[in-house]
């Protein structure tokens, strides 16, 4: 068992992080418990900082909690556990695209008031528009993929453990991706503190 072995694991907890940041922040926006928030703080941005925060927090205790019974099943078998080659980097940066796509879809949540659009859209991306994008021979497009978010991350999780699972896409190199997902993430949260401080509470 390796790093890349229990990455591909981890795509899994992925996809239900994405369902429970977009879902369970959609569900207390309609709820109202935003408008409660907003009756009792002299600002509004305190409360989103503090739902990303706390999803954070959660996510992280809960991948740290699964790697730990990961390993502790995988070191039972014969073969082991082999994390060399950067192994544990690979693992500790696969969080960070963990946290990265929740903030998106606890955004999304925040700017849609949907639990559908803030679970189907990131997930749509992650599973089919960005693969269609990437594999379309077109010129335009394939500039388009240099740019795209998990494209990106491959090509950071590639560099850090092994060039075999990087990303075939992407030309550039590891600085100008860690520029593109950190801007990308920047832009979303930036959209859903405009969207959080500046709109009512749904009736």
Not at 39 to 57: E, G, K, M, N, Y
Request: hydrophobic letters at 55%.
């Amino acid at each position: 068992m390796t790093a890349a072995d229990l990455g591909q694991c981890v795509m899994i907890f992925l996809l239900v992080t994405i369902v429970f940041a977009g879902a369970s922040t959609a569900t207390e926006i309609r709820r109202g418990s935003t408008g409660v928030s907003f009756l009792t703080q002299r600002l509004r941005w305190p409360s989103l900082l503090a739902r990303l925060i706390v999803l954070a927090f959660f996510v992280t205790a809960m991948y740290i909690l699964g790697m730990i019974l990961a390993l502790g099943v995988c070191s039972l078998h014969p073969a082991g556990v082999d994390l060399s080659g950067g192994g544990w980097t690979y693992l500790c940066i696969y969080l960070f695209q963990i946290l990265f796509w929740i903030a998106i879809a606890m955004n999304l949540a925040v700017l849609t008031r949907s639990t559908a659009a803030a679970v189907a859209l990131p997930m749509a991306w992650l599973l089919l528009i960005e693969n269609l994008i990437s594999a379309v021979p077109i010129t335009f497009l394939q500039t388009v993929a240099q740019w795209t978010p998990s494209n990106n991350w491959a090509l950071i999780l590639g560099e850090v453990y092994s060039s075999s699972y990087g990303s075939s896409v992407v030309t550039h190199g590891v600085g100008p991706a860690v520029v593109a997902v950190t801007a990308i993430a920047a832009f979303f949260i930036a959209v859903g503190w405009s969207a959080h401080t500046r709109r009512d509470t749904p009736a």
